[in-house]
């Protein structure tokens, strides 16, 4: 019985040794070595396929098109650099990643003043969101581009090349927060400009630390030199160097774990905490940064009393939530706050809820979808706008009794707005509110 055991042990050990085997396949070290090199410099043509890509990618974010920016990111070479300063670092060889470190920051500024010039002429300057999504980096963002490198650096080592180095491009979206961060310069936004940044440099830390574990994994040959003083100092100046890239690494992956954790847990806190029948929350924000964390409330119905709020509070501790702060409006203090225009969606998905009962076809959350504040991009985006209210419309045929929903934007400006404006406002809330169709109404003061 225990010599059936063990085979049974063997065999499987040799299926998972054999499956799983990165030596299998794997390329001769100096063509890997000799690949990744060349493609760290930026010199003639990669200049200028970089170029090109950063105006298309560029365009992409400017007409809010997915495909545009994959396009651009396909024919991008801005990983070339980043696998070489992580190949320098895994094979002792300082002069590789002196090259990668310097062609990655001249690519990083050509990328950015292209940009940034595209953004300046064009005239179309409202931020999509294509665009928005690239200004805050998320946990999410630290998986791909580790995750993503070590995709790259795999399919790199690799005898028959794939298009896994294309599908890595496109995964973790280097150009985008390039041309984000060039479009804050364009306009002024600087909270665009070093967000995006950010972002840029966490998805290239990551791809490079990725690069560095596989070349370590794989065993690659570390470069020596006949002066073991010139060895030592080389090594003392790559450990510098990795070790000035390491830390502040940490501290921000950690920083961002733990403002994804703060906010999945005030989530769970609010839909747990305030799930009354008289009272409902109509508008939340959460605050993560450096020794503040704070969930504000907006309610309406009936007034919560002080007894049941400090209960709340005290449930703070059981959601992980110490040291946060909880503050509700309620009554007169949020009144002059209240965005009727979620009141009126709310409204209508208990309307629909109690008309429908269960087992209907129709679902509330089919017709009915939480509508956005929009208030700070409106006065970045189009400065005119005096007041505005947006809202989830029910429309009723008659014949069929089929129920739609119509989304309605009233505006007042301190002028009407020319045909021409009229129409980028209606099709930056179509992209923004992620609707078919808006029906605008303008009006003076």
Not at 269 to 288: A, M, S
Not at 360 to 379: G, M, Q, S
């Amino acid at each position: 019985m225990k010599k059936k055991t063990d085979d049974v042990r063997g065999a499987l050990k040799a299926f998972i040794e054999n499956r799983f085997n990165l030596h299998i396949d794997k390329a001769e070290e100096s063509e890997v070595v000799e690949s990744i090199s060349r493609n760290s410099i930026f010199v003639g043509g990669p200049v200028w396929t970089l170029i090109f890509a950063i105006i298309i990618a560029s365009i992409g974010l400017n007409v809010n098109s997915t495909a545009v920016i994959i396009g651009a990111m396909l024919i991008s070479p801005l990983m070339g650099p980043i696998m070489g300063i992580g190949l320098g670092i895994g094979t002792n060889d300082f002069e590789l990643v002196k090259k990668g470190g310097r062609n990655l920051l001249i690519a990083t500024i050509i990328s950015i003043v292209t940009s940034t010039i595209y953004f300046y002429i064009t005239p179309l300057h409202e931020a999509q969101s294509e665009l928005l999504a690239r200004t805050t980096p998320s946990i999410w963002d630290v998986f791909i581009a580790f995750t993503g490198g070590l995709a790259g650096i795999i399919a790199a080592t690799r005898k028959e090349k794939s298009n896994v180095i294309p599908g890595v491009a496109i995964a973790t979206a280097l150009m985008p927060p390039l041309c984000t961060a060039g479009y804050g310069l364009a306009v002024g936004n600087w909270p665009f400009f070093f967000g995006a940044l950010y972002l840029f440099f966490i998805n290239s830390l990551f791809i490079c630390i990725s690069t560095y574990l596989i070349v370590k994994f794989l065993k690659f040959d570390k470069k020596h030199f006949e002066d073991p003083g010139v060895e030592k100092r080389v090594s003392r100046y790559i450990l510098i160097s990795v070790l000035i890239t390491i830390i502040p690494s940490i501290y921000l992956a950690y920083g961002i774990v733990q403002k994804s954790i703060f906010e999945n847990n005030a989530q769970r806190f609010v839909r747990e905490q305030f799930n009354f029948q008289t009272t409902q929350v109509i508008n939340k924000n959460l605050i993560y940064s450096e020794g503040e964390k704070e969930i504000d409330l907006l309610l309406i119905g009936a007034e919560l009393p002080q007894t049941v709020i400090n209960a709340i509070k005290n449930n703070l501790k059981k959601y992980k939530l110490q040291g946060t702060t909880l503050h509700i409006r309620q009554g007169l203090n949020a009144r002059q706050e209240i965005d009727f225009s979620q009141i009126k969606a709310s409204i209508m998905e208990d309307v629909f809820k109690k008309e429908n009962g269960p087992g209907k076809t129709i679902k509330a959350d089919k017709l009915v979808r939480p509508l956005p504040d929009i208030r700070t991009e409106l006065i970045a985006l189009f400065p005119e706008i005096k007041s505005y209210s947006l809202s989830n419309i029910i429309s009723r045929r008659l014949d069929t009794q089929r129920m739609d929903t119509l989304t309605l934007f009233r505006a007042e400006f301190s002028a009407v707005p020319g045909t021409k404006n009229q129409l980028r406002i209606r099709s930056w809330l179509k992209s923004r509110l992620k609707v078919d169709s808006v029906q605008t109404v303008y009006s003076t003061q």
